[in-house]
């Protein structure tokens, strides 16, 4: 049964740079056809995805993030990472990372899902 | 502001049948396909519906998604307690901003 688990600080300070990473056990992070993500909730509020990776390096963005985020993968240790620059309190969420299907259907519609989620881990940005 | 609109509430007697829209575009509802999630408080978001209407092994048929034109509805059946959580549909958006996009979320009361 494939299982994620974030690890890294659960506080942070105010323009310094937020660092996460996932260990993926139970399956291969190689596996072709999955991207690995990251996804984040601010207490009480929606969903916001970060962005996506394959075990090949090839990334998706939010756009909206983008200029602030690099998201890696060490296929040997089976994990991902993530980096989020210059944080401000709005940065304060409920991080999670998943595996994420990306795929393009025979008439170019994109097809996609993040199925297992990890548990989650709250980072702070705070002084 | 979320891309997809979803109702912020919705609410059923145990039992009964319920339904959540999510509201898009042609770039992403329209031209895409639609997942839904169920996050029961404290804890991850879970995968429901994949491809707007196909369920993961273990899913229960009380699940049901469906898509027309730029608007994807969840619907659950045989109202549980144990249903009441946050709902999230999703889509992938492929305007300029491309990129992965949630609905805003719809909490589920089940009276």
């Known amino acids: 049964q494939l299982q994620l688990q974030e690890s890294g600080p659960g506080l942070v300070k105010p323009s310094e740079t937020l660092s996460l990473t996932c260990t993926v056990s139970g399956g291969s992070i190689s596996s072709s056809s999955y991207y690995w993500g990251w996804i984040r909730q601010p207490p009480g509020k929606g969903l916001e995805w970060i962005g996506s990776?394959?075990?090949?390096?090839?990334?998706y963005y939010n756009p909206s993030l983008k200029s602030r985020v690099t998201i890696s993968v060490d296929t040997s240790k089976n994990q991902f990472s993530l980096k989020l620059s210059s944080v401000t309190a709005a940065d304060t969420a409920v991080y999670y990372c998943a595996r994420h299907r990306i795929y393009y259907d025979s008439s170019g519609y994109i097809s996609d899902w993040f199925d297992p989620w990890g548990q989650g881990t709250l980072v702070t940005v705070s002084s | 502001q979320s891309v997809l609109t979803q109702p912020p509430s919705v609410s059923a007697a145990p039992g009964q049948k319920v339904t959540i829209s999510c509201s898009g575009s042609s770039s992403n509802i329209g031209n895409n396909y639609v997942s839904w999630y169920q996050q029961l408080p404290g804890t991850a978001p879970k995968l429901l519906i994949y491809?707007?209407?196909k369920r993961p092994s273990g899913i229960p048929d009380r699940f049901s998604g469906s898509k027309s034109g730029t608007s994807a509805t969840l619907g659950i059946t045989g109202l549980q307690t144990g249903d009441e959580a946050d709902y999230y549909c999703?889509?992938?958006?492929?305007?300029?901003?491309?990129?992965?996009?949630f609905g805003g979320g719809t909490k589920l009361t089940v009276l």
């Open positions: 999703g889509t992938w958006d492929s305007s300029l901003s491309a990129g992965q996009v």
């Open positions: 990776i394959y075990y090949s390096g090839s990334t």
């Open positions: 491809d707007n209407n």
